[in-house]
């Protein structure tokens, strides 16, 4: 599918609507490991109906946006990561672990009590329902096999390393099903390589190599600081970057608008596409084009912009629907300036 110079997609999530799950409990709390049921508004019968509607309302803002790669918006997730790590074999989800989170703070978690392994499919209906949904290309993200081990609880594997390799094992096949399916982006949410970048370096990227082992497709990553909503603070730039410039991913998600991140170091990324991130998240107050235009023109110095996709900081969950709407329709905005600026 043939794409415009510099074009605009979201990282993962956009906001989900407020009939669907309860934003004031979703936001007053640390991104669900373990199912939480509760946050839904929805009885348990009529959630995929429900789930259903609200995808084709994300995706239908998205088109009115005027993004050139959809997502599904996550519609169906209580957090990036639980909806997958959730259904898999080997994990005990009547008897919680605990784990810390990247705060710091203690939080449920799955217990692996057995070898990881995957059941079934987890997200390929989510794909075969986009599909039929839209004509634009389409992006469907999974947690990366470090994050889940990271957000796990080990009374099986009694090694990391072998824990993060059951995982990616089942990434790998569920990867491979959703580009059977339609998918024409992958994207691996891996935020705990930055929140932990010495265990990343370990055994992080052995595992994502095996994540991607054999996998015929576009695969991105993304790597960030935390949801802007419950992390306020932000370092001057990332501790784990050029590692993943010899890994088989193609598309690396690099936050740039609230860290104002000196955006020299993608050229630690050679070869990569660079997704932009150029929203600002930890604020309602919506950018104008040019605000978003400048920040892309930051990048150009050190990326080709033949390699750069303009997206978000990171996903749109926890903003007020009409916030994340209006960032959206800035983003495209500020990438149509430059893309004509460029012309």
Known sequence: MTLPLLPTSLVGSYAQPEWLIDRAKLAGRFPPRTRQKELWRIPEDMLEEAWDDATIMAMEAQERAGLDIITDGEMRRESYSNRFA???????????????????????????????????????????????????????????????????????????????????????????????????????????????????????????????????????????FGYAHLIHERPEGYSFLPELSASAVQQISIETAQSKLDTKVLETLPGKTIILGVLDLSTHAVEEPETVAARIRKALPHVDARRIIVAPDCGLKYLPREVAFGKMRAMVEGARMVREELA
Not at 111 to 118: A, F, K, N, Y
Not at 153 to 162: C, F, I, L, R
Not at 183 to 206: I, N, S
Request: with cysteine.
């Open 86 to 224: 959730t259904a898999l074999d080997g994990v005990d989800m009547d008897n919680h672990g605990t784990a810390l989170d990247r705060s710091g703070e203690p939080v449920p978690v799955p217990r692996v009590t057995g070898p990881i392994s995957r059941r079934h499919a987890v997200q390929v209906r989510d794909v075969e329902f986009m599909k039929q949904h839209t004509d634009k290309a389409i992006k469907i993200t999974v947690p990366g096999p470090f994050t889940m081990s990271q957000q796990a609880q080990d009374d099986y594997y009694g090694d990391p390393e072998a824990l993060a390799l059951g995982y990616a094992a089942a990434v790998n096949e569920e990867i491979k099903d959703l580009f059977a399916a339609g998918a024409d982006v992958v994207q691996l949410d891996e935020p705990y390589m930055q929140a932990r970048p010495d265990k990343a370096r370990q055994f992080g990227l052995v595992a994502l190599e095996r994540a991607l082992e054999g996998v015929q497709g576009t695969t991105a990553l993304h790597i960030c």
